[in-house]
């Protein structure tokens, strides 16, 4: 099993300009999540979606779009992408369907972002 | 904001002794979970204990939790240089619907 596969791994973009990190899934997970990592400030969370057509916004959203395009996928789209979004763009999934019942994280290798 | 602090935020030990990080948090939780990451990779889950729980045991690790201070540690006994990572606790945000991480501890284990 690959467990949780995010596009690309690395990507280089100017300012203005516009892209979609990807993630996949193959556990059949309920939810799924994005978080961004910065050095010094740890983890935080941009978007989650707890079931498929569901998405709602965590800590730092501003500037970020997702789709959860079904179970399996949950992109997250930069439409003007600006210098404070580099950093590394972590993809989660978890068995969790409801609210207190967040369980064990998977996730993926994550996605090395530049903006210049 | 984060609802999980760790500290010490760097910690260097020699191969064999044991290593403990501390966890703190700011409301009531269901749950406490630690991960590991190495450098360049993503997280992994380690270990998650619940909050009826003091206790848990996972091999070379120990977590305790002390819901009466808001407070978790882990404990790495005879630490390894395979143990050099950074080390996160996570609890679930206000909704209960995600986990929230603190900023983490980068332990440095020398042989």
């Known amino acids: 099993n690959a467990g949780v596969t995010q596009t690309p791994k690395f990507q280089v973009l100017k300012t203005g300009q516009s892209m979609t990190l990807q993630c996949a899934q193959d556990?059949?997970?309920?939810?799924m999540y994005w978080y961004r990592q910065d050095p010094g400030m740890g983890l935080r969370l941009i978007y989650y979606?707890?079931?498929?057509?569901?998405?709602d916004k965590g800590e730092v959203p501003n500037g970020y779009n997702v789709s959860r395009l079904n179970k399996r996928e949950f992109s997250l789209r930069l439409e003007s992408a600006a210098p404070s979004q580099t950093s590394v763009y972590f993809c989660?999934?978890?068995?969790?369907?409801?609210?207190?019942?967040?369980?064990?994280?998977?996730f993926g290798e994550g996605s090395r972002l530049t903006v210049l | 904001s984060q609802q999980g602090e760790e500290d010490p935020q760097a910690l260097s030990i020699q191969e064999g002794e044991n290593a403990t990080m501390n966890c703190s948090y700011k409301?009531?939780?269901?749950?406490l979970q630690w991960y590991r990451q190495n450098s360049g990779r993503g997280l992994v889950h380690l270990i998650l204990i619940r909050s009826n729980e003091r206790e848990k045991h996972s091999g070379r690790l120990r977590v305790t939790l002390d819901t009466s201070k808001k407070s978790s540690s882990l404990l790495i006994t005879a630490s390894r240089a395979a143990d050099t990572a950074s080390y996160f606790c996570a609890t679930a945000n206000q909704a209960g619907t995600a986990l929230i991480f603190g900023k983490g501890t980068t332990l440095s284990v020398s042989s």
């Open positions: 979606s707890a079931s498929e057509g569901t998405t």
């Open positions: 989660a999934s978890s068995e969790a369907s409801g609210a207190w019942d967040t369980g064990e994280l998977f």
């Open positions: 409301t009531s939780i269901n749950n």
């Open positions: 556990m059949n997970h309920n939810s």
